[in-house]
């Protein structure tokens, strides 16, 4: 009966991660054949790339705001939607929209929004008199262009995230919330004494997820941003290794790299934040 | 031997001259017809030509075409990927002009010059020298598409200038003129996000300053500050920091230039523009204001009219390829120049490619140029057969991917304040002896 799965599993994800750790210690370039072996020397390589370096830092920013505002995005949605109200539903499926659209629609959806010449914040911003004359939002200054880019994924992965921590939030017995009114805890306290203890495995999920989506960042900065090293990212970087310069032996090893960071940093996440919960 | 079988013989033996004779006539038929019943896969960075078309090719040799409509940069991925993994793709594909070096390197595509000689056919295709290196030929010009200058006449008549500029210099104060008089503020449309098209406007605007970019043999030709690439790059970035160009270009692609910048009159001219944006943006009313009033111009050049650097796609096959015969009749039925004007307009919007600029060759040229079709064709067809010249003489280098991204990174980083031209420069010459060594 798992015998499908199997193979499933091996041929798209064993096979592949397997030939990844091999390759990635072999030289393997189109242009300057033969394959050999390498030893550590794409690690090397790439790191005596200030490129590379450079969206290393940028990745980290794009997780760190990617994260933080996915996982509070979420979880502030998640409470309003707990309560039922009329056009709950409607207001649910509509939420989930942005989850269903591919990153490259939202990365022109927002390029459009953005835009230094007929973008809407631009313009949101000149009416409310917060800007004089029409901004370059993203491409001129890193970390701007960064939260910019990131807001872009985090507009995308936060439903998701949200109804991660709405399933938890309501599988948590209504008695609990009425024994701590019973006992006089106010709504700041009933949310940080009850709530939040009690979501923990859906917030362990919903941040685990942003994380891994944040690390692996490729569609927003793409359109966004383009090639410029302003805002690039390891994966846009790892692309344009492997897939322009075809040095494809220093693309598996940062392919390598990546997903050994990212492996660590969910297992950190899921180790702090996870705890069963038994009602 | 009998009289029978003597008769035989030499009923075979006018059979098999009349054959010879007309072997080249009908070799391409004889040989399609063997084909009949073959399925072929084409993935091209072009929608497919409409079905009545395609299906005049199957019933002309019995192959059936599968056209796949790739956007360039996957298909460019899909190619990449499919060579490494050694695997088949499809059996016709893009070659890009810029790709050409890397295929000859990596031997992902099967020369064709056992098909096509390109000396005997050199007369015919004006672009043909972007596709051959070291006397290889890697793949066949699919069209012919030049970097052109354009301009809003109207914005220059309002301006009181009433003769295009025929040297960079008038072209510069003519700008600076119609900035002034407040006609457009930001009248020059340089597209300066970090991508190819930062690049290829880079080359253009050496080569009308008299130069290239790299030598024969792939030397850096731009680090003196008296070359015409630094040059070219320091008026690129002057034009910017003295509110040339809208400062908004610092995120713009080339397409965003097209279709926001000149198409709705923010700015009046494009110095590298792509030939075909004319028909296919500029005249289209439902994207663009500026209907009748914009047109090619000869490129203003150093001391008068530059040259066009040809930026044409091409179609080969891959080593990978299945049907390899049937991808050659495919290939030579796409370069027949009925088929060739018929894809960029001269029979009317019917058997148009969507997107294709011009004819790969002279025949399909002169056919477009009668039609009188086109928008501009006339004018298009003149720069083509006589400014129109290769970005490498000697074909693009295999690290010509690695050096653009050089040269598109370094030049918008440059615009965007964080190092100056002398440091740009000098990063892509490092580039190109790093990718040299």
């Known amino acids: ?279 | 031997m009998t009289r029978t079988y003597r008769r035989h013989v030499g009923v075979f033996a006018v059979v098999a001259m009349v054959g010879a004779t007309l072997a080249v006539g009908v070799g391409n038929a004889a040989s399609a017809k063997t084909l009949a019943g073959t399925t072929i896969n084409v993935a091209i960075a072009y929608p497919a030509p409409p079905k009545a078309t395609l299906a005049k090719f199957t019933k002309q040799t019995g192959i059936k075409v599968n056209w796949s409509y790739i956007q360039w940069d996957d298909l460019q991925t899909k190619i990449a990927a499919a060579a490494e993994a050694n695997t088949y793709f499809a059996d016709v594909t893009d070659v890009d002009w810029s790709k050409v070096g890397e295929y000859y390197q990596t031997k992902w595509f099967l020369p064709l010059n056992k098909y096509f000689s390109p000396k005997s056919i050199a007369s015919q295709y004006p672009q043909l020298s972007s596709f051959v290196r070291n006397g290889t030929l890697m793949g066949m010009p699919m069209d012919v598409s030049l970097l052109v200058t354009t301009v809003n006449k109207a914005d220059f008549s309002r301006a009181g200038i009433t003769t295009m500029p025929t040297t960079l210099t008038k072209y510069t104060s003519d700008l600076q003129l119609i900035a002034k008089k407040g006609i457009v503020a930001h009248p020059l449309d340089i597209p300066f996000s970090a991508a190819e098209g930062l690049s290829t406007y880079w080359y253009e605007v050496t080569a009308a300053m008299g130069g290239q970019v790299l030598s024969s043999s792939y030397a850096p030709l731009f680090t003196s500050k008296s070359s015409p690439g630094y040059k070219a790059l320091a008026w690129m970035v002057n034009a910017y920091k003295t509110g040339l160009v809208p400062k908004a270009n610092l995120g713009y692609e080339d397409y965003q230039g097209f279709e926001t910048d000149m198409a709705h009159n923010l700015t009046a001219s494009v110095f590298s523009d792509y030939a075909g944006d004319l028909g296919t943006i500029y005249q289209v009313p439902s994207q663009s204001k500026v209907v009748s009033d914009v047109e090619y111009i000869p490129t203003p050049g150093t001391t008068g009219l530059a040259s066009n650097l040809a930026n044409p796609d091409g179609i080969g096959i891959p080593a990978k390829a299945k049907h390899v015969a049937a991808a050659v009749q495919f290939i030579k039925w796409m370069e027949e120049p009925a088929n060739q004007a018929a894809f960029a307009g001269a029979t009317g919007s019917a058997n148009v490619i969507s997107t294709f600029p011009l004819p790969s060759n002279v025949g399909g040229l002169n056919q477009l140029a009668a039609s009188g079709k086109v928008p501009g064709g006339a004018a298009l067809v003149n720069l083509v057969e006589h400014h129109s010249r290769s970005v490498f003489p000697a074909g693009a280098p295999p690290w010509y991917p690695a050096f653009s991204n050089a040269v598109y990174t370094n030049i918008h980083s440059v615009v965007a304040g964080s190092e100056s031209v002398a440091s740009a420069i000098s990063a892509i010459a490092s580039e190109i002896a790093s990718l040299k060594s």
Do not use: C
């Not at chain 1, 992965?157 to 019973?182: H, K």
């Not at chain 1, 709530?195 to 359109?223: C, K, W």
């Open chain 1, 1 to 279: 009966m798992v015998a499908p799965l199997v193979v499933f599993i091996g041929a798209l994800a064993i096979y592949p991660t397997v030939l990844t750790v091999i390759e990635a210690f072999f030289h393997n370039d189109p242009l300057t054949p033969p394959n050999h072996f390498v030893g550590l020397g794409n690690f090397r390589g790439i790191f005596s790339n200030p490129q590379v370096v450079s969206a290393f830092e940028n990745t980290g920013w794009y997780v760190l705001f990617g994260v933080a505002l996915t996982v509070a995005f979420g979880t502030s949605i998640a409470i309003l939607l707990q309560k039922k109200f009329r056009g709950r539903g409607i207001v649910l499926a509509i939420m989930i929209l942005p989850w269903a659209l591919p990153g490259v629609v939202e990365g022109v959806i927002w390029s459009w929004i953005y835009d230094p010449t007929f973008g809407l914040l631009n313009s949101l911003l000149k009416s409310l008199h917060f800007l004089s004359q029409y901004q370059i939002f993203v491409g001129t200054r890193q970390l701007e262009s960064i939260f910019l880019i990131s807001l872009v994924q985090v507009w995308q992965i936060t439903p998701l995230a949200a109804l991660l921590i709405l399933a938890s939030l309501q599988s948590i017995p209504a008695e609990l919330y009425e024994a701590a009114r019973v006992d006089g805890a106010g709504w700041w306290q009933v949310i940080r004494k009850v709530t939040l203890p009690l979501i923990r495995p859906g917030l362990a999920i919903a941040t685990v997820e942003a994380l891994v989506l944040s690390i692996n960042i490729f569609d927003q900065v793409y359109v966004l941003n383009a090639g410029a090293t302003t805002a690039s990212s390891v994966m846009n970087t790892t692309y344009f290794i492997t897939f322009q310069n075809l040095n494809f032996g220093q693309g598996y090893a940062l392919s390598l790299l990546t997903t050994v960071v990212t492996v660590a940093l969910s297992v950190g996440a899921l180790k702090v934040l996870y705890r069963k919960v038994d009602f």
